[in-house]
C-alpha cells in the first residue's frame, strides 16, 4: 500500500509522461490565455462581443481557478490604462515607469490599482455583480487557485506542483512584461496613435491576438485585433467559431478605410472618414514623407553622407515629435546641419504634418471649418511639388463612408 501511495505521488491519477504533461500544460495555459483575451479584454473591459451566458460562466470559473483575478477589477484598471495612456496615471506605462519595472514588476503594480477604490469606482461601471461573484469569485478569490493546486498534484503527482506554478505564472509574464511592457516600447506601428503602444509581432498566436496591440489602441472596441493581411489573431479565430456556433455575437470590427477610384472632391463623406480613420491616415503620411525625404536626399549630391544621415535621422524624428509631446515626452531633436534650413521640401514635409494632425484637434471648429482646412490642405500637398505627398493627397480625396 506504501508502494502504491509513491506511485500515486510521482505519477498522479493520469500517469503521464513527461512530454505529455508538458502538451498539458500547454492547453491550459492557452485556455487561460483566450479567457483573458476574449472574456475579460474584448467581451468585459471594452464589449467588441457578447458571450453566450454558458460560455462566460466556464470562462469565469476557469479565471478564478487559474489566476485568482477578479473580472470586475481587471477591467477597470484597464479602462484607465486606455484613458490615462502613457501619463502619470497609467497603471503600467514604460515610457513613465521603465520597462525593467513594468515587466518585471508588472504584477505587483496591477494589485496596487486593483486596490484603488477611485479606479474601481470611475472605471469599473456595468461590471456583473451577481450572486456567483460576490460570494464566490471576489470573496474566495484564494480558493480557486489553492483548488487548482489540489487537482494538479491529484492529475500530474509531484510535476503537478511545477504545473501549478507555471500556471500562476503564465498571465502575469505575458499579459503583465509582454503587453504592457513591450508593447508600449518595441515593435512595430501601423497606426500613428497617441500613445506608445507597438504591435509586438504580426502573429497573434502564443497571447491570443494580443500581441497586435498598437491596432487595438487605435481601435480599442474591435473584436477583431489583426488589420493587415499578414496580421493573425487567434482569438479572432475563436470569436468567428464561437459565433457559428451561436455562442458569441460581434459588436464592432474595425472596417478598413473605403475608397471610391477616381474621387476627386474633398466633401463632408472624406472629412468624416479621415476623422475617424485618423490614425492609419497619419500613419500613412509619414510614411510618404519620409519617401519624399529620401528622394529630396538622393538628389542633394552637394551633401556629405554625415549631413544625410543627420538629416535623415532628424526629419524622422520631428515627424514623430508631435505624438510624442502628446504623451508628455517631447524626446530630444537631433541638432540639423545648416541644409535644414536651405531645404524647403524637408520643411514642408515636417509642417505639413504638423497641419494635417491640427485638423482633428480642433475640437471647437466646426464641420464646415474643418472641410475647408481639410480641402486647403490637400491644395497645399498637391502643390508642394513634392511627389509622394502629391500621391497621398490624392488617396486621401478618395475617402468615403
Known sequence: MFNDL???LS?????LSWWQILLALLVMTHITIVDVTLYLHRC??????DLHPAVRHFFRFWLWMTTGISGNEWAAVHRKHHAKCETADDPHSPQMLGICKVVFEGSELYTA???NEETLRKFGYG???DWLDRHVYTRYRNLGVSLLMVIDVALFGVAGVSVWAVQMMWIPFWAGGVVNGFGHFRGYRNFDTDDASTNVIPFGIVIGGEELHNNHHAYPTSAKLSNKWYELDVGWMYIRALAALRLASIRK???APYLIEGKRTVDDATLRAVLFHRHEVMASYVKSAEI???QELARAGHLSGREKLRLRRGVRQRLRLQAQASRGKPGRVLPFADAWDRNSTLRTCVELRQELSAIWERSSASQEQLLRQLQAWCQTAEQS???ALEEFSLRLRQYAQ
Request: some cysteine.
Open 11 to 15: 505519477s498522479g491519477l493520469l500517469a
Open 6 to 8: 509513491l506511485k500515486f
Open 292 to 294: 519624399g525625404c529620401e
Open 127 to 129: 461590471m456583473p455583480k
Open 44 to 49: 468585459l473591459a471594452h464589449r467588441a462581443l
Open 253 to 255: 470590427v474595425a472596417q
Open 385 to 387: 511639388g513634392i511627389q
Open 113 to 115: 490599482q486593483a486596490r
